[in-house]
Every structure is written in C-alpha cells, then in structure tokens.
C-alpha cells in the first residue's frame, strides 16, 4: 500500500484537519472531529445532514457551505459515521424549522440515521438516495446503492432550503429529484482501504468491472476493457433506460471520476455520454465533470443523468459556496 | 495499459471537444483544435496566452476564462504545440493591447513559443515559469521546470491583465509572481502516456520519487516511501529554502495532487505541510487543494509555496470564471 499518509488510525482526523484549515471561510469542525459545519447558519432554515464513510471525498464534507449542506458526518473511511456524530451536528446547525438527513442507501448508514431520527427530538425527516441502477442489493446493500447522484440532490434540495422551503417540501423535493436521477459506474483498478492495507478486489490487466459500486463492490460483471464510447453507452444507456425519458427532456449531465482517472478522460467520456444521449434525444442542459463522488484511487468512471424540470433547474444554477462546488457567489 | 479511450490517435481531441461541450458557457474551440479560447474577450485588454502538452488537466484549458487566460494552446500527451497553434489564438484573442505568453520552462515550449513570438506581428511579452526547485536541468528541460505554481503565476497576472494593466506590467508582474513562487513534488507511481502505452518509469512497491516532475521525470533521488510528515517536511522545506522567507511572510499554498492521489491523502498533506510552514513562522493566508497541474494519473502531489504582497493578494481573490477555478463571479 503507498498512500501519503502517517498512521493508519489517524488518517481520517489529519486529513479532516487539514480540510478544516484549507476551508476556515466556510467550515468548521465540531468537537473530537464529530462532523463538519458551515460557519455560519441560517435561522429558520432546515438544517440538511449528511454523511457516510470517508474516502469519497469531497463528498461530503466538501459540499458543506451556503446553498448545499449545513453538516457532514464523516465515518471511517468506507465505514457509517454513528449516530452520535448525526446527533451532535443536528444539535451544532439546527435553526429551529427541523432536520432533513440525507442517506446513501447502505446497510450501516441507514440503520445509524435512522437510529439518530429516532432519538432526535426535533422534527426530521429523511431522503435516501439509490441512484445507482447497476444492480439490486449489493455487498453492503438491500436495494440500490446510493452515488454519485447524491450530488444533485444535495445541490437541488440545499439551493430549496436556501430559499426557506419547509421541511415536508425538502423531503418530497428530495425523493422526487432522487427519483429522476440514474448512475451507473465502471472501474479499471481497484482501490485500497488504508486499513486493510490491500486492494479490495483484483482485476485483470484487461478487465473492466462493469457496474462497480463506490466502495469497489461487485457490478454487473467482469469483462474485458472496451472502448470509450462502448462504456459510455452501456453506462449513459442503462441511466437512460432506467429514468424512461423521452425524447426533448432536459437533463444535468455528471461525468464523475473515481478518483485515479484523469480529466484528460473523464472529458473524452463527456463526448461520448454527449452522442449516446444525443441519439435518445435527450437534451443535456448543465454539465459537471471531475471526481466528486470517488473511491480513494480506484480508477474508473460513472456517468449521472438526472432530469430536471425548470424549478430543478433554477435550484441547480442557485448560488453555491462550498469547498468542492461554487458558483453565483 | 488502461484507459477510458477510443483510440489513441483521437484522444486529444475527442477529450478537447467532451471540454468544449461541458463548458460551452466559458470556451469555444479554435479550427482544428488548435486552441481553446474565452467565448467573450474585452477589447484594449492584454491577451493572455499559455499552452502547453496535454496530460496535465485541468491546465492550461481549465483555467480559460474571466481572470485568467484568454488562449491555451494543447498540445499532445506531454508535447509541445505548435508556433501555428499560438499564432493563431493570438490572432483570435488580441484585444489590441498585446500578447502575453506564458510559459512553462521546457525545451520544447520554450522553443515553439519563440518561435510563435518572433513571428507574432503584435506587440507581445513572454512569461517563463520555472518554479519546480528539485533539480537544475532535466529530460526535457535547460534550468529549472515550470510546474503548479504555473497556475498562481496565471491567476494574478489574469486578474491584473483584467483590470487593464498594461502589456510590460504584466510581464513584470509575471516575474515577480514567478520568483516568488517555489514547488516540489513527490511520485508514489508511474503516468503512463497513451501512445506510449507502458508506464513512463519504474518504481518499486516501497519507494517514491522525491522531486518528480510532472512528466514523471526524475527528481532528487529514488528512496523508501516516507511518512506524509516527512515528505512535507522536506517539500515544503525545499519551497522556504528556496524563497528565504523572513518569519511574518504571508504565502498562498497549494497542495496539488498528479492524478492519481484521493483528495483525502491531499486534505491530509495540507495538515502536514501546515506544521512545516508555522514551524517557519510563515503565515498561510490562502489554500489551493486539488488535482489542478497533474501528470495524467501519477500518484503523488506537490507543494507550491507562493509568497505573496497586499497587491498580489487582491490579484489572488479577484473574480474567476473558468472551468477549473471559479470565484467571485
């Protein structure tokens, strides 16, 4: 294993150290390293709580910040942060109009939301997100995974608080942006958990698994590498099969890098999702590209259509100001 | 080899038209793909003009826009342009006021821009970055290497260009920024360039690199990985060397990730390079953090210490527009 690191068992608070120092104008760290807050909170606002475990960064620490999160909750790294640490930070950013927790459909971060929802006493309300279509249940799954679509709907349904929606408003607009929202991801190499000291799967020198999840779990099969645009049509072909579009609907186009794949390709797959969506008619609106949902250094890619209709659409362009994503101010 | 491609020949520009597509609202691309440009240019500015091999996304084409460049010319994976492809986005950018190059300091670049110089029948001024302080004289390079903090010289003379200083204030504003401006990185793996079709070195399981640059070239010395402390001690340690800081000097830095190093080992980079710089009395008034010049999908970062002024500063968090950087506006 060779990572830039000291010590295996402080990986996560140094890096969330450092975090903290390269972002002091937009967050804080609560106490013992619980979760990461905005600095500086709305009253009257739903606070919206995220988290799971590290190791996908930015997300989701790094979309803390005015128009997205008011809190993460990091985990270590693959592994769901507890339910005290939901607890503190609801405690940290509440503004007295309730909580909406925001959850990647897993095993250990739904029980640990859902256990902290339960012991919270203050209204709260929670969105799962499952965007992922490659496969039903999964290593650490009963259902979809949750991926990189976990993005949009932190982007949408933060730019929706912003404004001052209500709680059930978040919540239903959560679950409706959820829904149309498809990802389907492949990996090239395999990533390596620090503490595990090994790569959590091996894959042959011309093999691609298809369908990946982001902690490396198995997809809907192994097989030999293909072309950029055979990949991109089986990815943006699956996420197009899935949300059932017709042909003239807008879509937010994320291309989004597992973490050791480089721009110069992740571009090149922004051209060929273009031609793929292009040929269904769908028209792609807004566009992210890079590594925003990763998997430490596993190289590899998923393509993120999420349909959008004009208020989605307003709530994507909103101002935001977080480490990872900032535009309008 | 592994990569997200159709075929080799194509990469370049199949990857420059997935970028033109992604963010059409910023760039447009020049005929034959010779260079991307800002879709608006403001007549009676200084046109700023950088380029370069590709392979180091998102330089030069990710930082075109308000603030920055008004041209970069790519090249091929880890070659120069062309004097044609500089001639020609001059000749589509020049507001009337001149043209800035800059430049980073190898051979081939070097050379090439010129040669586009001599031949340029406007006004014009070159900037050469070299502020990689591992080695003197490399493979592809007399004198030092220009590497990340090619990205600090283009932010502030872009934003100085912006507010209309002139044509040899900018270029002595480049300078100034450049001197300024010390790097050092480190290879935990090889880059492997697509026609080249194997890694570029190699390294053992338990070694990294010390000093590489970001076309995987040799650095100081070939020696057991070391701790995140240690490597940070003696990156940024080269960086205040090299800069003779007086304790109080105010420094942006930036912890630049290659390609293929997760933004959690960078965060955590930042931490350690921290204690480096405070050890140093040094204040850090400003951070970068990300994958900005890499080196395809190298693992591996580098640390750029930029000491800057009450000026440079402003310059710093003026406005920028571009696909890569993004603030204020």
Redesign the interface.
Known sequence: M??????IGT??T??????A???ADIVTLGAEHQFVRRKQTKPGKVALISGGG??H??LHA?FVGHGMLDAACPGQ?FTSPTPNQMLAAAESVDGGAGVLFIVKNYSGDMMNFQMAAEMLDRENATVIVNDDVAVENSTYTTGRRGVAGTLIVEKIVGAAAERGDSLAALKSLGDAVNSATASMGVA??SCTVPAAGKPTFQIG??E?EMGVGIHGEPGRRRVK?G???E?AAELAGACLKDLSLKPGREVILL?NGF??????????????A?KVLAGAGVK?VR?L?G?FV?S??M???SITVSAVDVDALALWDAPVHTAAL??GC
Do not use: Q
């Open positions: 060779k990572k830039l690191i000291n010590d990986v996560l140094e890096s969330l150290d450092g975090f120092a390269a972002h590290s190791g960064e930015p790094g790294v090239l190499s020198a011309d691609m590498l072309s950029a645009n990949i291309v973490g050791g794949t480089p721009l110069l390709e992740l571009y090149l797959m922004v051209n060929a273009h792609v566009h590209t590594p990763t430490l250094e190289a590899g890619c900032r535009w």
